[in-house]
């Protein structure tokens, strides 16, 4: 699959279709709340071949907004950077002042990810990967590189 492409509004349908491939389907849980598709928007990268290739959503909540998910189908492909730098753009033109976004102890990954598109760590959320285990009992124990699941970190960046 080619990662060349562009950006577009993503569909109820395509935004079902990944969380439930990805994340077990509704609801998604940060450590703030819960989300359902009916609280969500966002955008989906399509390749040059017509193939969808990543999402980004997010919930705005007057001048905060979470990133609720995001992910490309080529991981190192740069478009998660540039759907998170779309969205981001998208949500200045809202006024949204400040974007947060969550992720579990054990990605590292997305850690670094976001940090160098300048989040910063401002809150951990201790125990929460239980809440969501308890509304999706197949989340498992162990998760990446064998870190137990337990905790979610929240990020922030300024807008």
């Known amino acids: 699959m080619s990662v060349d492409g562009g950006i577009e509004p993503a569909t109820p349908d ?20 819960e989300y359902l598709l009916a609280d969500v928007e966002g955008l989906a990268w399509r390749s040059d071949d017509g193939e969808l290739a990543g999402l980004v959503t997010w919930c705005v909540e007057g ?13 190192g492909s740069h478009v998660g950077g540039r759907l998170l730098d779309a969205a981001e753009a998208e949500l200045r033109s809202r006024g949204v ?24 760590l401002v809150r951990l959320h201790l125990g929460a990967v239980d809440r969501v285990r308890r509304a999706k009992p197949g989340v498992p124990a162990i998760g990446a590189d064998g870190i137990p699941l337990r905790d979610m970190w929240e990020l922030e960046k300024p807008l």
């Open 14 to 33: 395509y935004i079902a279709r990944a969380w439930a491939e990805h994340w077990r389907g509704e609801p998604l849980i940060s450590g703030r709340r």
């Open 97 to 120: 002042h400040t974007a947060f976004v969550t992720t579990t102890n054990d990605n590292l990954r997305a850690l670094a990810f976001y940090v160098r598109r300048g989040y910063r």
């Open 63 to 75: 001048e905060d907004a979470e990133i609720v998910s995001i992910h490309a189908e080529a991981p």
